[in-house]
T-cell receptor, first 112, second 111 residues
Framework: DVKVTQSSRYLVKRTGEKVFLECVQD?????MFWYRQDPGLGLRLIYF???????EKGDIPEGYSVSREKKERFSLILESASTNQTSMYLC???????????FGPGTRLTVL | SQQGEEDPQALSIQEGENATMNCSYK?????LQWYRQNSGRGLVHLIL?????REKHSGRLRVTLDTSKKSSSLLITASRAADTASYFC???????????FGTGTRLKVLA
């Protein structure tokens, strides 16, 4: 079974803090994604990566950066957290062999 | 930009009834996928239909795709209380891996 894990289920941070969200997949998938999910807006793509050290902006990259130093790990960084970044963050991985995304359980981030 | 739009936004049915959800999209696609999300959890892949397919079945799920109308439907037959969840369609943006999700249909199945 494919497993995608995220470092925290719940996280509370203060405005201005630097926040790291980590995602790890164990199936050697080439592609990894970060989404945020907000009520009424569905899932919106922040960044995705199709290979180690490669990244592409999604629809809402402002205020975020990413890092992919190893194939299995994709990190989302909030350089200076703001209250409007309070959201559910979902990580996913995908292999081109099946075009199916496998999601982690999500991290609910609250920025106070 | 969001191109997958589900309809209806919310649906409430009795156990045993069928549930139908619709999805519309805007650009050309290679495939369309349906996902399910239980409250506060990650998404789980249900079924994928490719652009050259018109219908696909998986257990109690039936998906149709009409590329001329840029729309898809998901039918869940003989629904169960455990089917209560949100359902999302996702399309690949012009054949890239940049998937675009809709806002979802919240299904409630009453026992």
């Amino acid at each position: 079974d494919v497993k995608v894990t995220q470092s925290s289920r719940y996280l509370v941070k203060r405005t201005g803090e630097k926040v790291f969200l980590e995602c790890v997949q164990d199936m050697d998938h080439e592609n990894m994604f970060w989404y945020r999910q907000d009520p009424g807006l569905g899932l919106r793509l922040i960044y995705f990566s199709y290979d180690v050290k490669m990244k592409e902006k999604g629809d809402i990259p402002e205020g975020y950066s990413v890092s992919r130093e190893k194939k299995e790990r994709f990190s989302l960084i909030l350089e200076s957290a703001s209250t409007n970044q309070t959201s559910m963050y979902l990580c996913a991985s995908l292999t081109g062999r099946t075009d199916t995304q496998y999601f982690g359980p999500g991290t609910r981030l609250t920025v106070l | 930009s969001q191109q997958g739009e589900e309809d209806p936004q919310a649906l409430s049915i009795q156990e045993g009834e069928n549930a139908t959800m619709n999805c519309s999209y805007k650009t050309s696609i290679n495939n369309l996928q349906w996902y399910r999300q239980n409250s506060g959890r990650g998404l789980v892949h249900l079924i994928l239909i490719r652009s050259n397919e018109r219908e696909k079945h998986s257990g109690r799920l039936r998906v149709t795709l009409d590329t001329s109308k840029k729309s898809s439907s998901l039918l869940i037959t003989a629904s169960r209380a455990a089917d209560t969840a949100s359902y999302f369609c996702a399309t690949d943006d012009s054949g890239t891996y940049k998937y675009i999700f809709g806002t979802g249909t919240r299904l409630k199945v009453l026992a």
